[in-house]
């Protein structure tokens, strides 16, 4: 379908060519009319019903989302960016030309966009089976996440994650790898979704530094929690606890587990040591599982959660570790628990302050912080030009 350019974005498209791409800024010649990637007001409102209840399927940090039907059949998830959204025209503009340009199938593809005076729109893939935390901890339907699945859900993962950090055109820390950040298609296929945390990582560098802490509790790095120092290994540890999740069938924080069981991380490796790790398979598979395979995976999320950054694999061997029988298995070290849960503390800038990562900080945390949260236990920065400010458009749990 050939999309009309919406009120405004010739001029846009002037003002924002030009740039160097490794800034994370495409040139003129990147984007175009003939792209068909900008789709009009009416068309969007048709197709959604004027953006009616019945078609939203929830609300992120920026805005709420909406189903919408094409003429031509298709399905579609259309983002609203809220009118006091931080991001100017500008920003907007290299956002969707850069996530243009990082198609993977493991990633939410992004169709296209709409500008129309005040209003910002990106519009998705429409993916009908929601996020992996509706079939891994809905205790209502269970068994609906067979083996192979969440096998080939790790793997897929694994993919997009390895994409973002050393395939794309530049590299990207993602920020925010969780159980609600994985959107399932027809086939249960995993793509990572939000960006919202994003950040651009260019250069070489092994580690950058962030005044204001962003993610979900549990998930975070204790280097990144604590220091603030961003990494591609904070993905790679909120990917072990997501392995460690899928694995289970639990959540990563479950108090009413009781005192030993409560954090998934500590408890599994308190069972690798004892020689225990399969007894942590979710029950509800009802012992129809791999046992390498599922072994496999517990080793793996303790590999990515290791205290010591330089020890935890790269998403390059992690996929190997997946994709090999005949890998060599390394050992795990101790995982890094602190700053993570209840307990630590987050420095959030130069100064002396610090708070505890308990998921009820006080109110000027959270003002410092930027105010907005994706979700339960959840903490983001004020965006900057380097940030890629996406939300998802599937409502977090």
Not at 318 to 327: A, T
Request: charged share 20%; hydrophobic share 35%; with cysteine.
């Amino acid at each position: 379908m050939v999309r009309r350019l919406c009120g405004g974005f010739m001029a846009l498209l002037k003002m924002c060519g030009g740039h160097n791409a490794s800034d994370g800024d495409l040139s003129a010649e990147d984007g175009g009319e003939d792209r068909g990637i900008f789709f009009d007001l009416q068309e969007l409102e048709i197709a959604t019903d004027s953006f009616s209840e019945k078609n939203r399927l929830g609300h992120g940090g920026f805005g709420p989302v909406y189903k919408g039907l094409m003429p031509n059949g298709e399905e579609i998830a259309v983002k609203k960016l809220s009118l006091n959204s931080r991001q100017g025209s500008r920003e907007f503009m290299n956002e969707v030309k850069l996530l243009l340009r990082i198609q993977h199938k493991n990633l939410v593809s992004l169709l296209g966009c709409c500008f129309h005076g005040p209003e910002k729109m990106l519009v998705y893939e429409y993916l009908p089976n929601r996020s992996l935390d509706y079939f891994l901890f809905d205790k209502i339907n269970p068994g609906l996440l067979a083996w192979s699945n969440r096998w080939r859900i790790i793997i897929g993962v694994a993919r997009g994650l390895l994409y973002l950090h050393e395939e794309a055109p530049v590299r990207i820390i993602h920020r925010d790898i969780k159980a609600s950040n994985i959107l399932l298609d027809n086939d249960l296929n995993p793509k990572i979704s939000d960006f919202g945390l994003a950040r651009l990582f260019p250069g070489d560098g092994t580690h950058t530094s962030t005044f204001r802490i962003s993610g979900t509790y549990g998930y975070m790095a204790p280097e990144y929690a604590l220091h603030g120092l961003l990494s591609v290994r904070s993905d790679v540890f909120s990917f072990g606890v997501l392995v460690l999740e899928i694995v289970s069938g639990r959540k990563n924080q479950n108090p009413r587990l009781g005192p030993e069981m409560a954090d998934l991380l500590s408890y599994t490796w308190k069972m690798y040591q004892e020689g225990k790790i399969l007894e942590l398979v979710d029950q509800s598979l009802a012992g129809v599982y791999n046992r390498d395979e599922a072994a496999t995976c517990f080793i793996i999320g303790l590999l990515c959660c290791q205290q010591i950054t330089s020890n935890r694999p790269d998403m390059n061997t992690v996929h190997q570790m997946l994709s090999s029988d005949s890998f060599d298995m390394p050992k795990p070290g101790r995982p890094g628990l602190q700053g993570r849960r209840g307990g630590g503390n987050a420095s959030t800038g130069t100064g002396s302050k610090s708070y505890g990562l308990t998921g009820s900080e006080p109110s000027s945390f959270k003002s410092r912080s930027g105010g907005r949260a994706s979700g339960p236990n959840s903490v983001v920065e004020e965006h900057s030009r380097t940030s890629i400010s996406m939300s998802s458009f599937a409502e977090g749990r």
